[in-house]
C-alpha cells in the first residue's frame, strides 16, 4: 500500500511540473524603419512598423518613444525627453505611428523607440531619425498704412508718398506693397477690380518714408489711390486710407 501511494504522489507531482509555462524571454525585435516626417513648428509625425512581441510575431505590450536635441545615442538615451501619450503596439506587422508634440520651433530632433513584451523583456534601441520643426508661422500683418498722399502731379503721374508700416503691425520690414488706383472711389468692395500700379517699390523698414510715382495715367483725370503691405509670410495688411489727385491736362 505504502509503494502504491508514493507511485500516485510521484505521478502527481511530475504532472504539475509539467503544466508550468517556460518563461517568457524572447524580447521584441528592435525597430529598423523609424521615420520622423511632417514638422510643423512644434510637432514631428513619426512612423514605423510594429515588431512584434517575441522577435517579430505577436503584439507587443508598450513602445518608451523619447526625442532629444543631440544623436540618441545609448549614453544620451536615459535622460532624453519621452512622447507623452505614446501609442500600444499594433500587431507585428502593422504600420504605427505618433504625433510628438510640445516641440520647439525651427529645432532638429532625433527620436528613437524601445519596445516591450508582456515580460518586460524590453528590444534593442530602434534606428535614429531626425527631423527639424519649422518655424511659427507669421499670423500678424503689417499695420494698415495711415498717411497715404497725393502730390506732384503730371500730366501722365502723379507720386505717392507714405510712411512704411513695418512687417508685424508696425516693427520689422514688409515684404511688398500692392499700390492700386481707379477713377472711381477705392474700397474694400471695389479693390480687385482696380488697376495695379506696375513697378512698386519694395518696403523699407518701418517708419521710413516711401515715394513711388505712379505713371502711364491719362491727362486731366481724378484718380483714386490705396496700398496694401504684405509681409513674407504673404499675410496682407488691411486697406490704407485712400487719396486722390488729378493729372494736369496737357
Not at 525585435?29 to 512644434?42: G, S
Not at 512622447?83 to 503596439?89: I, K, T
Not at 534601441?125 to 497725393?150: E, G, H, Q, R, Y
Request: hydrophobic share 40%; aromatic share 8%; glycine share 6%.
Amino acid at each position: 500500500m505504502m509503494i502504491l501511494t508514493s507511485i500516485v504522489l510521484l505521478a502527481s507531482s511530475c504532472s504539475k511540473d509539467s503544466s508550468v509555462a517556460p518563461a517568457d524571454t524572447v524580447p521584441p525585435a528592435h525597430v529598423r524603419n523609424l521615420i520622423a516626417t511632417k514638422p510643423t513648428f512644434d510637432t514631428v509625425t513619426l512612423t514605423w512598423t510594429a515588431p512584434g512581441d517575441d522577435g517579430t510575431t505577436g503584439t507587443a505590450a508598450e513602445y518608451d518613444i523619447r526625442y532629444s536635441k543631440e544623436p540618441l545615442t545609448d549614453a544620451v538615451w536615459p535622460s532624453a525627453s519621452k512622447v507623452a501619450d505614446a501609442p500600444r503596439p499594433r500587431p507585428a506587422g502593422s504600420a504605427d505611428t505618433c504625433i510628438a508634440t510640445g516641440l520647439e520651433a525651427s529645432t532638429v530632433y532625433y527620436f528613437a523607440l524601445k519596445t516591450a513584451d508582456e515580460a518586460g523583456n524590453w528590444s534593442e534601441k530602434s534606428n535614429i531619425a531626425s527631423a527639424a520643426t519649422t518655424a511659427v508661422p507669421d499670423d500678424t500683418p503689417p499695420a494698415a498704412v495711415s498717411d497715404l498722399a497725393a502730390s506732384d502731379s503730371t500730366t501722365v503721374s502723379i507720386t505717392l508718398s507714405w510712411t512704411a508700416p513695418g512687417d508685424d503691425g508696425s516693427t520689422g520690414t514688409a515684404a511688398q506693397y500692392d499700390i492700386r488706383f481707379s477713377t472711381s472711389p477705392l474700397g474694400d468692395a471695389t479693390w480687385a477690380f482696380a488697376m495695379q500700379a506696375a513697378g512698386e517699390p519694395a518696403p523699407k523698414a518701418a517708419g521710413a518714408a516711401e515715394s513711388f510715382v505712379v505713371p502711364g495715367l491719362a491727362p486731366g483725370t481724378r484718380y483714386y489711390f490705396a496700398l496694401k503691405t504684405a509681409d513674407e509670410g504673404s499675410t496682407w495688411s488691411a486697406l490704407s486710407n485712400v487719396v486722390s489727385a488729378t493729372t494736369k491736362s496737357p
